[in-house]
């Protein structure tokens, strides 16, 4: 066993959920009844997360939503109206739709039986811990937190949800698609030997913005703007590499590295109007055995765009990535490329999350999910103080990135922009 996998069964051990609790009886495992569905969080990710929802269950409906602003709720909900494959599923009346930092609880105590929870990363603790303790089912977007208590919380509040028999899904799609389970198979199966070190990319363009308005306060700007400022978000190595840095540990069998080394900062996207998260990454995590996952990421426009994960063992090479540029392994007389049959990953988890629900064989994605994501913590810890950070460090991090309260006139966490050698490890 290595140092990462003892300590977090020592930190599962001290943190399950005391006493063995009943489960829930499930009213839809196997008749008809309509599952009623909500959305907590109503942009652009909340809105294909709702329509995959509708189309995953033959007898769903979305019946609330909620979001911290009117506007992105409306938006939402017209978008859905308009969706000719789920509109007839979409039964939202006024007194359904809870707006402010509030709305969440407001729509778990309306009568859902199913939750999608695709707000700002930095809310989904909380979120996820009411709707678990509220007895709902969940669809969980990824990242799952953005500091280390936070994936605590989400720890604790999976654990709960497994005594409950509720079904918790994770938006950390890959492990959904086809070609990525397969290429995942064979090299468990030994197609390219031990594992030595894998490469996880990604380079992408530059990223949205909206302008300072009359009238909002500070709160207001940086949750319009929310991918823009680390208490938000978590930054871009957590918020979107999260995907490819998740296939790395899955790779590695679900096995963590036992520490960091990194770098990152502004170069292009430099301006105000850009918070204070970096816009490149790169991170050497070391495993027990000596393996290395090398990590970078990018997000700047007029770039060259890569999305991939390579992998390298003692006997050949595998490749994830793109569709169109395949996934593969090369090995001596072990070469292989996958040809199907595809699916559409993001329809596909939520599929099995609604076929859960109606067997009565709930899915918990609760420690990939909470792990892979203190994985990209611990990645964005070492950047932004230039040191070593273990896995250990990175688990016992007391920095909690939240504001005093969650009100529109209270003030949030401050926006500092890390400086490696001189922002401090907490």
């Known amino acids: ?143 799952v937190a953005v500091d280390s208590p936070g994936v605590h919380s989400v720890l604790k509040s999976c654990e709960l949800a497994r005594s409950k028999g509720l ?69 871009f190595n957590v918020e979107q590499h999260v995907h490819y840095l998740d296939v790395s540990a899955w790779v590695m069998k679900n096995q963590y590295p036992v520490k960091a080394v990194g770098m990152g ?39 060259k765009n890569d999305m991939s994960c390579q992998v390298l063992g003692t006997k050949g090479r595998a490749q994830f990535a793109e569709r169109r540029r395949g996934l593969r392994i090369e090995a001596p007389g072990n070469s292989w490329t996958f040809s199907g049959p595809q699916n559409r990953m993001m329809q596909t988890e939520h599929d099995e999350l609604f076929a859960s629900i109606r067997n009565g064989k709930p899915i918990n994605n609760g420690e990939y999910m909470a792990w892979s994501t203190l994985l990209a913590l611990l990645g964005r810890m070492a950047a932004y103080t230039g040191q070593e950070v273990t896995w250990e460090m990175a688990m016992k991090s007391q920095e909690t990135l939240s504001p005093s309260r969650y009100d529109w006139d209270a003030r949030p966490p401050a926006a500092q922009i890390a400086v490696p050698g001189q922002t401090r490890f907490v």
Not at 36 to 56: D, F, K, M, N, Y
Not at 103 to 118: P, R, T
Not at 279 to 303: I, M, T, W
């Open 265 to 303: 900062g502004r170069q292009v996207l430099t301006g105000p109007e850009y918070g204070q998260i970096y816009d490149h990454f790169s991170v050497v995590y070391e495993y027990a055995d000596g393996a290395k996952l090398v990590s970078n990421c990018r997000q700047q426009p007029g770039c």
């Open 167 to 235: 079904s918790i899904v994770s938006g950390l799609c890959l492990r959904y698609d086809n070609g990525f389970k397969e290429t995942v198979r064979r090299i468990h199966d030994g197609a390219i030997g031990t594992v030595l070190t894998v490469f996880a990319n990604d380079y992408r363009s530059g990223r949205w913005t909206k302008p300072h308005q009359p009238g909002w306060s500070e709160m207001t700007y940086q949750m319009r703007n929310w991918y823009n400022f680390t208490w938000l978000s978590g930054d």
């Open 1 to 143: 066993m290595t140092a990462s996998s003892a300590s977090r069964r020592e930190f599962l051990k001290t943190t399950a959920v005391a006493g063995t609790l009943a489960a829930i009886p499930n009213a839809h495992a196997a008749g008809s009844d309509v599952l009623r569905v909500g959305l907590i969080g109503c942009g652009g990710r909340g809105t294909g997360a709702a329509s995959q929802a509708l189309a995953a269950d033959s007898n769903v409906q979305l019946v609330a939503m909620a979001d911290a602003f009117e506007d992105r709720l409306e938006q939402s909900l017209e978008t859905l109206r308009n969706d000719r494959k789920v509109a007839a599923k979409v039964t939202v009346p006024a007194e359904h739709r809870f707006v402010g930092f509030q709305a969440y609880q407001q729509l778990l105590d309306s009568g859902v039986d199913v939750v999608l929870l695709c707000t700002p990363p930095h809310f989904r603790p909380i979120h996820l811990r009411a709707a678990v303790e509220a007895g709902k089912h969940v669809f969980a977007e990824k990242p």
